[in-house]
């Protein structure tokens, strides 16, 4: 089945920076039709969307919380979506998800990487 590996999580100074990467293997269907999305979830509350990616790598689009200091990229080759992270704030803290989605059908995630930023 369709299996999802984040990684590049960790521990940041506020201003600093962090790139997440998502790995994706299982594919029964070329990974250049999967939209990619990034989300995060801190506890007690709902995950929330972050940045997503269109299938060419063309189209994306941020949270308003993101916009100017996350930027979402993928290869197509390496089957892989990344999420380069700049200027990180405390409040970015949270566990950072990829998914991915196939056309109209449910997305499927990925077990998530810890982003904490703490002085």
């Known amino acids: 089945q369709v299996?999802?590996?984040?990684?590049?999580?960790?521990?940041?100074q506020p201003g600093g920076s962090l790139k997440l990467s998502c790995v994706v293997s299982g594919l029964t269907r070329p990974f250049s039709a999967f939209l990619m999305r990034w989300y995060r979830q801190t506890p007690g509350n709902e995950r929330e969307w972050v940045a997503r990616i269109d299938t060419t790598g063309v189209r994306r689009n941020y949270?308003?919380?993101?916009?100017?200091r996350f930027t979402i990229s993928r290869d197509n080759v390496k089957k892989a979506v990344?999420?380069?992270?700049d200027n990180l704030k405390p409040e970015?803290?949270?566990v950072y998800y990829c998914t991915a989605q196939y056309g109209g059908s449910y997305e499927?995630?990925?077990q998530?990487?810890?982003?904490?930023?703490s002085s």
């Open 82 to 85: 990344y999420l380069q992270m």
């Open 63 to 68: 949270a308003d919380s993101v916009k100017g």
């Open 3 to 12: 299996q999802l590996a984040e990684s590049g999580g960790g521990l940041v």
């Open 112 to 117: 998530g990487t810890q982003v904490t930023v």
């Open 92 to 94: 970015d803290t949270a």
């Open 108 to 110: 499927v995630w990925g």
